[in-house]
């Protein structure tokens, strides 16, 4: 998002509520690159336009302005944010700084060990910790290894053993018995994502929600096609078409700005094979209730079942 677009969606939250709310970062590098080495994906999102009917145009697809979490610190400050989560990295030092001295809790995102134990060293108050099961993006940060596929089963208990502040678990959780287990593996708290995506509140597209409503176990995939970025999501056409390819995918943020358009105008069309399905494994049918709905009925469900 741009800094502007930030503002305005923090003031339109506070118009809202006045309750307490986090902002989520993505906190990821701006990769360094050149226009020849985005072209080849350049000319296949255009054939992939093309072939759907989107008579989309190379200008469409140049030229971005990338931004990132650094873009939005100041305004997190001036707006007196009490909470900001974030994902794909750490908040640098000076960044932290400023959040803390405002009184801002942080939580951050860990697929792995040493992910937990550099956002515990590097002062973050609490840690998301994301199995492989999750729906959307992995929030992976260490560049120099092989991408962490851990489920959330084994990974929780063992970065508990290893840090301090208190952690919440994440990934395929959508029951009363999952929420159970996660606390009974040591979780301070839990974050469910996919449940919500059926539902009314939620911005996903009608087709998006149908398809999540029928989704089995093994309908979900990791991929980079969309974004460049892994992400677990179900497979579509368009994700097919990208991986089969055979062009190398351009890192995040530049495959997510090259994809923005086709994605957007498939949406626009309610056409689920050219968006991104993000969803974790354990999916369900949430269609048509409200976010509030999905919410009581996880807690009621949980302390009729354990209290
Ligand atoms: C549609 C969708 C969008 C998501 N967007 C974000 C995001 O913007 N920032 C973030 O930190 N995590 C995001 N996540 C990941 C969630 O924070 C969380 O790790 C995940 O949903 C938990 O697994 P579950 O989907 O199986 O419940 C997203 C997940 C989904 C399904």
Redesign the pocket.
């Known amino acids: 998002m741009s800094p502007d677009a930030t503002l305005q969606l923090i003031r339109k939250t506070k118009s809202l509520t006045p309750k307490p709310f986090a902002v989520?970062l993505?906190t990821h590098d701006i990769p360094v690159y050149t226009d020849e080495e985005l072209e080849p994906m350049r000319q296949l999102i255009l054939a992939i336009a093309a072939k759907r009917g989107y008579p989309l145009n190379a200008a469409d697809l140049a030229n971005f302005t990338l931004y990132n979490h650094l873009d939005q610190i100041d305004i997190l400050v001036e707006e007196k944010i009490e909470i900001v989560?974030?994902?794909f990295g750490c908040l640098d030092s000076n960044s932290i700084q400023k959040l803390k001295q405002n009184g801002c809790i942080l939580i951050g995102?860990a697929t792995c060990v040493d992910e937990a134990l550099y956002l515990q060293q590097q002062g973050i108050d609490m840690i998301?910790v994301?199995?492989i099961?999750?729906?959307?993006?992995r929030?992976s940060f260490i560049k120099d290894r092989q991408l962490p596929q851990i489920g959330l089963f084994s990974l929780l208990p063992q970065i508990k053993n290893k840090v301090d502040v208190p952690c919440i678990a994440?990934?395929?959780?959508?029951s009363a018995s999952g929420i159970k287990a996660a606390f009974d593996l040591g979780a301070d708290g839990v974050?469910?994502?996919?449940?919500f995506?059926g539902t009314r509140e939620s911005m996903?597209i009608t087709a998006y929600k149908n398809k999540l409503s029928e989704a089995r176990d093994t309908d979900t995939v990791l991929t980079r096609a969309f974004s460049g970025r892994w992400a677990?999501?179900m497979q579509n056409e368009m994700m097919l078409e990208i991986e089969q390819a055979g062009i190398p995918i351009p890192p995040y943020p530049l495959q997510n700005s090259l994809t923005a358009m086709l994605r957007k105008w498939a949406q626009e069309r309610n056409d689920h094979e050219y968006t991104s399905l993000?969803?974790?494994?354990?999916a369900g049918p949430s269609v048509g209730l409200s976010s509030g709905d999905v919410f009581s009925q996880l807690v009621q469900a949980y302390e009729t079942l354990f209290k």
């Open positions: 989520n993505f989560s974030f994902t995102t998301s994301q199995g099961e999750a729906g959307g993006h929030g994440a990934g395929g959780i959508n974050q469910v994502g996919t449940a995506i996903a677990r999501g993000w969803a974790g494994q354990s």
